[in-house]
């Protein structure tokens, strides 16, 4: 993880000259939905140019702004059905003014998804007995399993595996349980840090799901956005063994390389593991999780740099 020490992220909340700040605002945006919007319906008309042209000859229009006009009401109305509204919550008084001379976009309020439900969006989850032959490998060694587990997965370039002792998960797991919902930043070289919203899920007894999304995205798609990563807890040799497998499955072209994806999970595993209800990141967690505003990314950011 050498390549996300530099530059340190505390740089990226205080300390910074004026001109830093403004070029941190830029990345930390969330652009506005309407605006890339618009600018989606220019692309599509200038690919469409030509034969929409021919269009407003055909019914002796004068060019593609009066054809425009005429099917003015007709578009509106595809636009109204096409659309699907997205619920967001407004956010505290207090909140909105201690954000906005943050370069960081403010955390989204508590999401109401329940934490049994997986998005649609979400791939198929599976069992460890689709990656391993359950009775043979009870026979194994623990040493053993684990360098099969590993072995099981060193081909598939964006897979991620891992192996937990039950201890620390169940610890994982009693956290997670209680704040199910939670973000994390991703340090990005010479651009700051970029905020990922995370989700557990327990879709079935021994199986547990963690889904990481774009903060961006999830605070416009909700419970519709498409993860980058997903991971998945196999629990059906935690008593046999003591260890936990873990899966996991970065999808390319997303956005997030498996080496940042390995940093979120060493970062998930920092604050869903801490024992000690005094600590900072509980307390981040406990913020987060009851929308108090006195959450601060920036505390965030801070506490994820003594990670590094």
Request: proline share 8%; hydrophobic share 35%; glycine share 4%.
């Amino acid at each position: 993880m050498a390549s996300f020490r530099t530059p340190a992220l505390r740089h990226v909340v205080s300390g910074a000259a004026p001109y830093l700040r403004a070029t941190q605002r830029r990345w930390a945006q969330v652009h506005d939905v309407r605006f890339l919007a618009t600018q989606q319906s220019d692309r599509i008309i200038e690919k469409y140019k030509e034969k929409l042209a021919k269009k407003a000859q055909e019914e002796g229009l004068r060019d593609i702004n009066e054809l425009k006009e005429v099917y003015k009401d007709k578009i509106q109305h595809l636009k109204k059905k096409a659309s699907i509204p997205i619920p967001l919550d407004p956010l505290p008084a207090a909140q909105t003014t201690t954000t906005q001379s943050s370069p960081f976009p403010p955390a989204p309020p508590p999401p109401q998804v329940p934490t049994q439900q997986i998005p649609p969006s979400s791939p198929g989850i599976k069992t460890l007995s689709s990656y391993l032959d359950l009775e043979k490998t009870r026979a194994l060694p623990q040493k053993e399993l684990e360098a099969i587990w590993r072995l099981r997965h060193v081909n598939d370039p964006q897979s991620l595996c891992a192996v937990i002792p039950l201890d620390v998960y169940k610890t994982l797991e009693a956290t997670a349980k209680k704040h199910p919902h939670f973000i994390l930043p991703l340090p990005k070289e010479g651009q700051g840090a970029e905020i990922h919203f995370l989700q557990w899920t327990f879709p079935a007894e021994n199986t547990v799901t963690v889904l990481f999304t774009h903060l961006a995205e999830y605070k416009l798609r909700g419970e519709y956005s498409e993860p980058h990563t997903t991971i998945t807890h196999h629990l059906e040799l935690a008593e046999d063994k003591g260890v936990v497998l873990l899966q996991g499955q970065v999808v390319e072209g997303r956005g997030v390389s498996v080496d940042e994806a390995k940093w979120l999970i060493m970062c998930l595993q920092k604050f869903y593991g801490v024992v000690g209800e005094k600590s900072e990141r509980r307390r981040l967690l406990e913020l987060f999780g009851k929308g108090d505003p006195a959450f601060k990314v920036e505390d965030l950011v801070e506490e994820a740099e003594k990670i590094i």
